[in-house]
């Protein structure tokens, strides 16, 4: 046992994040589960939310009919990966290499 918890430190590098790990996976695997009968992950992962802002989410999910067995699993799972505090996300284009319309109010067919 000592010795697997040695492994587990050294594969992990020793750091804080190491322990948090399983909880992760737990929290997205709640994610996929709970959260993909409606819609996909994208709507989800592209939000930047504060905890607060991501329980209210997921209360508004359940009043939906979302089925969430652990509500603080996914809770810390969606904080932490998509909490405030990380970048926005670039826009995912459905068509990524369409060059977009530019924005100039020209008429729609030339006289
Ligand atoms: C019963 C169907 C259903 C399930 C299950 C569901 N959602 Fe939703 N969700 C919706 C609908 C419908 C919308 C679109 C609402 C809108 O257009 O405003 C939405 C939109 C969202 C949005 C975009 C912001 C918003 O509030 O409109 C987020 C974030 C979100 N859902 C998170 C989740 C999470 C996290 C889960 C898993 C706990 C989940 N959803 C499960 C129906 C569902």
Redesign the pocket.
Known sequence: MRRARFLLALICGGSAVAADIPAMDAGKK??QR??????SLR??D??R?SPAA?KK??N???G?????PD?QV?LDY?SQEYGDTKPVPEPQRSVPDVKQPDRVDKPAVSK
Do not use: Y
Not at 34 to 39: A, F, G, N
Not at 64 to 68: I, Q
């Open positions: 709640a994610e709970s959260c993909t009968p409606c819609h709507l989800i592209s939000q939310l991501w989410e997921i508004k999910m359940v939906w009919g979302a089925v969430v509500q996914l969606l």
